[in-house]
């Protein structure tokens, strides 16, 4: 099912859940049993990263193929600039749409592991908009999601300003939904939504939500992605790194207040950042009662 679809049936929040595809078979075969336990919640769709690596890259796209054969899942295939020409890119989306995949994430992509910076290879984009006009353009069948960053993107020189002014040109090309990175303040996003509404960005703005399951890891994920830990989280989360349970417990606890303040305050749906892991989702969307097989 298009995502153009999704968003049109939707009676309620959007649900998605996002994976990432594993470099062992131990890995793998965590990941399908826990693509097998969220699937008991029926997400709208769930999605899979895409590495800066070929191997990596490979992974994305034979998880995404496969879990358009063998589930009932809508699978979104994120895709990035990261060392690609436009006919790398092109050979990919012709691979997918012969494989019955209808969506997209375009991205610029992270810089490959061991360099700071992205370099735009000859022959290919600079930016995800690029990106997102192209594959309309050329590949019209897919429906096209696109990130954004409701507290900055780190490269972003103009700060918010710049990352609501990239979003709007990403909607303008053709996207039909952005997906923000995760964040743990509430108010940088309401604030972010209400200056891009007024700048003209009109698709749903469906917020990135990590439950926290490994405070030390959000940290250090976080620093690098430019998301804000607030002091009141690492109060409460930092006494608790040594005991695993308390941490699922708090990490579940504090992405449930998260989520319900956003949806009490008109988000259109809930992305989960799942680093394969089922359980805290799946908590979550319960105790909101937003899992789909409770409704
Ligand atoms: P862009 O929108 O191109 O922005 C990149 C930078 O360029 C920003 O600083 C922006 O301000 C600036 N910019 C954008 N357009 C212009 C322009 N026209 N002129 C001048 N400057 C411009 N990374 C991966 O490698 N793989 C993934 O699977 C992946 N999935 C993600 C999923 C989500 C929901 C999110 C939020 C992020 C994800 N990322 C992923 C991370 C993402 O690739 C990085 O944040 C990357 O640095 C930026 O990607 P982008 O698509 O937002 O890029």
Not at 16 to 42: H, M, V, Y
Not at 132 to 154: C, D, K, L, M, W
Not at 172 to 179: L, P, S, T, Y
Request: hydrophobic residues 40%.
């Amino acid at each position: 099912m298009k995502l153009t679809e999704i968003l049109a049936d939707a009676a309620g929040p959007l649900i998605s859940c996002e994976f990432f595809p594993p470099k062992t078979d131990k890995g793998e075969a965590n990941l399908w049993q826990c693509l097998q336990e969220l699937a008991t919640i029926r997400p709208d769709y769930v999605s899979v990263t895409y590495g800066a690596g070929g191997s990596s890259q490979d992974r994305t796209k034979r998880i995404v193929i496969r879990i358009r054969h063998e589930t009932e899942l809508t699978p979104v295939a994120h895709l990035t600039c990261v060392g690609a020409t436009r006919e790398d890119l092109a050979a990919l989306l012709e691979e997918y749409r012969e494989a019955g995949i209808a969506n997209i994430l375009a991205l610029r992509g992270d810089p490959p592991e061991g360099t700071d910076r992205f370099k735009m290879v000859k022959g290919g984009f600079a930016y995800a908009s690029d990106l997102v006009r192209f594959i309309r353009e050329q590949h019209g069948n897919f429906s096209i999601a696109v990130a954004t960053y409701p507290e900055g993107h780190p490269e972003s020189p103009g700060g918010v300003e710049d990352d609501i002014r990239f979003l709007k040109l990403k909607q303008d090309n053709g996207a039909c939904v952005a997906i923000t990175q995760y964040f743990f303040d509430n108010e940088a996003f309401y604030r972010f939504r209400d200056r891009a509404v007024a700048a003209g960005v009109n698709i749903p703005i469906v917020p990135g939500i990590v439950p926290i399951t490994n405070y030390t890891q959000i940290v250090s994920f976080s620093a690098k992605c430019g998301a804000i830990i607030p002091d009141w989280l690492h109060t409460r989360m930092q006494p608790l790194v040594d005991d695993a349970e308390a941490t699922k417990a708090a990490g579940i606890d504090i992405a449930a207040e998260q989520c319900a303040d956003l949806l009490a305050h008109g988000a259109p749906g809930l992305h989960f950042i799942t680093l394969n892991k089922s359980e805290a989702t799946i908590a979550v969307c319960r105790r909101l009662g937003i899992a789909k097989e409770s409704i």
